[in-house]
C-alpha cells in the first residue's frame, strides 16, 4: 500500500463508471458517449436523465413514458411545504432550505422504509420521485421568501418550463425554456465531484437513496463547489457598481489578494466545454433584451484572464450571467445546479450500489507517540 499522501484525493481512482468522462487536456465533456455540445443542443433534460440512468437514449414512446411519470410526480406534501414555509419565513439559507427538505421528502415516499435499499427498479422510483419535487420545493421556499404564495406545478410542461413556470408564475418563452432547459443538462453529471462522491460515500455504508442525495445538496453548498456560480454574479454586481473597467477591476481585485470568482477547475486545464456553450446563451440572452452588458463584461475579463494568468473559464462563469439576465435571484442559483445535478448523483448511486464497497480510505497520523497518561487530580 502506497504512504503517498494525495491531499484532496486529488488524481486518485477510486471507482470506475459508465457515466460520464472528462478530457482536461483537451476541454471535452462525454455522457455514456455522447458529447455534452450534441447532448446540450439536441437533447432535453429529460433524455439526458433517461440516458443516464437507463444507459441509453429513449426512443420517442420511451421518452413520454418517462417525462409524464415524473411530471406526475412534480406535486409536494402538505407537511414538507409547510417546513419550506418556516424555512423561508425564517430566512434560512436556500440550500439549507433544500437540503432540510430533500431529507423530509423520505417521511412522504412509500417506499422509502423497509425494502432493500439497493433495489434498483425501487431506486429508479424514488430517483424520479425526487428529481420531480425538488423544483417544487425550490420555486416554493423562492416565492414565499419574496412574500407571495407558491405556484402549484403543472404535468404539461417540460421539467426546465414546470420550474420557470412555478418561479415566475407565467409560462416562459420558448426561448427562455431551451435555454435553461441546456443548462440543466450542461450541470446533469461531472464525474466524481465533490456532491457526487459525498452521495457515493453515503450510499456505499447502504443507507438510503434520500439520504445520499441529502448529504450530496449538503455538500453542493459550499462556496468551493456549487456556491461558485452566485460568487461570480455577486462579482460582476460589484465590478458594475464600481464605475471600473472590468479590466482594471481585476487587476486591483488581483493585486490585493483576492480570487477572480469562476476561473480554474481541478479537472480542466482549458476552458470549461459548459463554459463555451453557456457563453453563446448569455449573448443570446443579452441580445434580445438589447443589453450585452454583462456579456461584454465577462467577455473582457475571460481575455485578460487567459492572457495574464493562463486560466480559462469554468462553467459557473458564464451560468451567473445567464441566471441573472432570465431573471433568476442570485442566491438559488446553487439549488438551481443541485435541481440539474441530482440526475447525476442519483446515477452514481445507483452504480455504487451496484457493485458496492465500504469507502473507508485512511488518513496518515502525524500526532504525538508514547503519552503519559496523568491521573485529572494530578493534571
Not at 25 to 50: H, K, N, P, Q, W
Not at 120 to 143: D, M, Q, S, Y
Not at 339 to 359: C, F, P
Amino acid at each position: 500500500m502506497s504512504d503517498e499522501l494525495k491531499k484532496g484525493l486529488e488524481g486518485v481512482l477510486v471507482a470506475e463508471s459508465d457515466l460520464s468522462y472528462i478530457d482536461g487536456d483537451e476541454g471535452r465533456l462525454v455522457y455514456r458517449g455522447y458529447t455534452i455540445e450534441d447532448l446540450a443542443r439536441e437533447a432535453s433534460y429529460e433524455e439526458v436523465l433517461y440516458l443516464l440512468w437507463h444507459g441509453e437514449l429513449p426512443t420517442e414512446s420511451e421518452l413520454e413514458t418517462f417525462a409524464s411519470a415524473m411530471a406526475e410526480e412534480r406535486a409536494v406534501d402538505d407537511a414538507v411545504l409547510e417546513t419550506v414555509r418556516d424555512l423561508a419565513e425564517a430566512d434560512e439559507v436556500p440550500m439549507a432550505a433544500l437540503r432540510t427538505a430533500v431529507s423530509e421528502l423520505s417521511a412522504f415516499d412509500d417506499a422509502a422504509d423497509g425494502e432493500d435499499p439497493t433495489d434498483r427498479e425501487a431506486n429508479l422510483a424514488k430517483g424520479k420521485r425526487i428529481t420531480a419535487k425538488i423544483p417544487t420545493v425550490i420555486a416554493a421556499f423562492t416565492r414565499i421568501r419574496d412574500g407571495a404564495e407558491p405556484v402549484a406545478p403543472r404535468e404539461d410542461l417540460s421539467h426546465a418550463a414546470n420550474f420557470l413556470y412555478m418561479l415566475n408564475g407565467e409560462e416562459p418563452d420558448d426561448v427562455m425554456e431551451d435555454v435553461f432547459d441546456q443548462a440543466l443538462v450542461l450541470h446533469a453529471d461531472h464525474g466524481l465531484n465533490a456532491s457526487t462522491f459525498s452521495a457515493m460515500v453515503t450510499s456505499s455504508t447502504l443507507a438510503d437513496l434520500h439520504s445520499a442525495v441529502t448529504s450530496a445538496v449538503g455538500t453542493l453548498g459550499g462556496s468551493l463547489h456549487g456556491g461558485a456560480n452566485q460568487n461570480v454574479m455577486e462579482m460582476l454586481k460589484e465590478v458594475d457598481e464600481s464605475a471600473k473597467e472590468p479590466v482594471q477591476w481585476v487587476t486591483d481585485a488581483l493585486d490585493d489578494g483576492k480570487r477572480v470568482a469562476g476561473f480554474g477547475h481541478r479537472v480542466y486545464n482549458v476552458k470549461d466545454p459548459r463554459a463555451k456553450i453557456l457563453s453563446e446563451q448569455s449573448e443570446e440572452l443579452g441580445e434580445a433584451a438589447g443589453d450585452t452588458k454583462w456579456y461584454e463584461m465577462s467577455v473582457a475579463i475571460e481575455e485578460y484572464m487567459a492572457e495574464e494568468k493562463g486560466l480559462a473559464p469554468n462553467v459557473d462563469f458564464y451560468s451567473a450571467t445567464t441566471y441573472y439576465q432570465m431573471g433568476i435571484p442570485v442566491d438559488i442559483y446553487t439549488p438551481i445546479f443541485a435541481m440539474s445535478r441530482v440526475g447525476g448523483w442519483i446515477a452514481h448511486v445507483l452504480e455504487q450500489y451496484e457493485d458496492n464497497r465500504l469507502i473507508r480510505p485512511r488518513a496518515r497520523y502525524v500526532g504525538p507517540m508514547d503519552q503519559t497518561f496523568t491521573p485529572i487530580d494530578e493534571r
